[in-house]
């Protein structure tokens, strides 16, 4: 099959246009926070579970030195992302959908940064089987910096024939902007990383893709390419509009493909890695130090200073806060992402994790509001426009039918699962319904009930199989008394009685 890509930008029918707000924030150069004093590390860092951790509390530890080692598929190692004490580990209000207490590693800094020693990698990947390059990246701690953190490693040992790479540089959610800044001032980390990924997938193809309001990134980009001179890799616009920065969306702008229901670009031929995924992973084979840092975006009008800093995974958000001027005024609103997907923090104590890329301290009346929040609801007029306006093209009109009738056949035939939450039916809504919400509780009770019925048929097949067991054993027992009845004796036991008696003979013999 022929592939082709759009390398110029092709305006997406669904979405919504949303005010940027990155101008803030993209004015000045990244800056490199200094080691915080105190870190608390989640072991939850990766889509999978819990890593396990493997130091106490007392010990001393370097920058970069592996605390804590992932236990299952989806799962990622951790390091110390300073160096310094373990003075607990014990739970933690941490980043997580639900403000959840979750364990962490909490490090006392010594303020030397002293890195690990001996490094786990000095070598040059393209030198290195594909195969090496996974295991290194796995070693490394490092999973898909765009928010889902499945770990790299993973994610490149898909098995599947890959024609291209995509990196995605597409921050469609307003004010967050640590990718543009990635771009604009380490394009060429980030193609280096692409060089490695490519030889890691086992593609000869990248396009890296960035938005059509970044130019300064999209010029950043083609300089370094020419210095590097590898004409593998191109550029793609993709038009400003959320959600074009999703993965499936992205991919369909970018190639005009639909990754099938349920599926993933793999099942299509294609592997995203997010821009900051591949830097990470450049800075790795540069310099030996895992993924123990990551840019993130502090902005908003209730701080003084918006700025991109990059800094070490553990950070509380107030430091952060901090070096962004500190607090304008009193927030109304502390978020976690971006305005439309982001989550409310309750607090500034809690610490950075790997899937952090924005936070936003905004000012009274500054967040766009959707209608649900200042309207009562009204009945459904049948409109539409949130038809138009979904990216995942679903009826969301119809999903609400479903959701009020509880019925889980029609969820999911209308597709509730590929729902992406991103809010854009709520924002076209005359009606103020709060569509978003609605389904996000649906699949919450969608996942429950299939995690029921996974359990009920496992406890099914358990008492099946114990049924037949039993069943076989009498059966077993029944055969054997009729044989002993009818006099029948068989070989074995006729051996067993002759053997009994040989030792009987021999016991007597032996008395003395
Ligand atoms: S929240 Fe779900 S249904 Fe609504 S527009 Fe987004 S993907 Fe479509
Ligand atoms: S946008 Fe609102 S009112 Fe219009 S069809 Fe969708 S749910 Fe109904």
């Known amino acids: 099959m022929l592939h082709t890509y759009n390398l110029q930008p092709r305006r997406p029918s669904w979405g919504i246009r949303a005010e940027a707000r990155k101008a803030e924030s993209t004015g000045h150069a990244i ?9 608390a590390i989640s072991l939850n860092q990766s889509a999978g579970r819990p890593a396990v951790p493997i130091v106490e509390p007392g010990e001393k530890v370097s920058t970069g030195q592996p605390v804590a080692r992932a236990t299952a598929p989806g799962s990622a190692d951790i390091h110390a992302s300073i160096s310094g004490l373990v003075v607990a580990v014990e739970e933690r209000l941490v980043f997580s959908a639900h403000h959840s207490m979750e364990t962490a590693i909490v490090i006392r800094g010594d303020g030397t940064d002293e890195d690990f ?18 295991q290194t990246i796995a070693g490394a701690g490092i999973v898909g910096l765009g ?5 790299t490693a993973e994610k490149l040992s898909c098995g599947a024939r890959i024609h291209a790479l995509i990196l995605n540089g597409v921050e469609c959610e307003p004010y967050i902007s640590c990718d543009e800044v990635l771009l604009r001032y380490r ?10 990924l490519m030889r890691a997938a086992g593609t000869q193809r990248c396009i890296v893709a960035v938005e059509t309001d970044m130019p300064e990134a999209r010029v950043a980009v083609h300089e ?27 991919l369909e702008l970018i190639t005009g493909r639909q990754v099938p229901s349920g599926g993933l670009p793999q099942d299509i031929g294609y592997l995203c890695q997010n821009v900051g995924t591949a830097a990470a992973v450049a800075d790795f084979f540069a310099t030996g130090r895992p993924l123990i840092s990551r840019i993130v975006t502090v902005t908003g009008q209730g701080v003084s200073r918006p700025v991109n800093i990059e800094a070490r995974i553990g950070t509380p958000i107030a430091e952060l806060i901090a070096m962004a001027g500190g607090y304008r005024g009193t927030p109304a609103k502390l978020i976690a992402g971006g305005p439309m997907m982001g989550i409310a923090l309750p607090d500034d104590g809690i610490p950075i994790s790997k899937a952090n890329n924005c936070i936003i301290a905004a000012a009274p009346g500054e967040l766009m509001e959707t209608a649900a929040e200042h309207q009562p609801e009204l009945p459904c007029i049948r409109c539409s426009e949130c038809l138009q306006a979904c990216p995942a093209g679903l009826q969301p009109q119809e999903l609400l039918v479903a959701c009020r009738q509880q019925d889980r056949q029609a969820l999911e035939s209308l597709g509730l699962p590929d729902c992406l939450e991103c809010g854009c039916c709520d924002y076209v809504c005359p009606s103020a319904i709060p569509l978003t919400a609605r389904f996000s509780l649906a699949k919450i009770g969608f996942r429950q009930a299939q995690l029921e019925e996974r359990r009920a048929l496992h406890a099914r097949q358990r008492f099946e199989a114990r049924e037949a067991r039993l069943q076989q ?3 077993q027992r029944e055969h054997e008394l009729q044989e002993q009845s009818a006099g029948v004796v068989s070989d074995s036991q006729i051996d067993a009685v002759m053997a009994r008696v040989a030792r009987d003979k021999n016991a007597d013999t032996e008395k003395p």
């Open 224 to 250: 370094a390419l020419e210095t590097l001179n590898d004409d593998r890799i191109d550029v793609s616009q993709v038009t400003a509009k959320y959600p074009s920065g999703g993965e499936r969306q992205v």
């Open 147 to 151: 928010g889902a953190m499945f770990p």
């Open 117 to 134: 020693t001996p490094h786990p990698v000095a070598n040059d990947p393209m030198s290195m089987t594909p195969a090496e390059i996974r």
């Open 473 to 475: 054993q009498a059966v």
């Open 31 to 39: 800056v490199i926070a200094p080691p915080p004093r105190e870190v």
């Open 187 to 196: 394009a060429a980390r980030v193609l280096r990383g692409a060089q490695i």
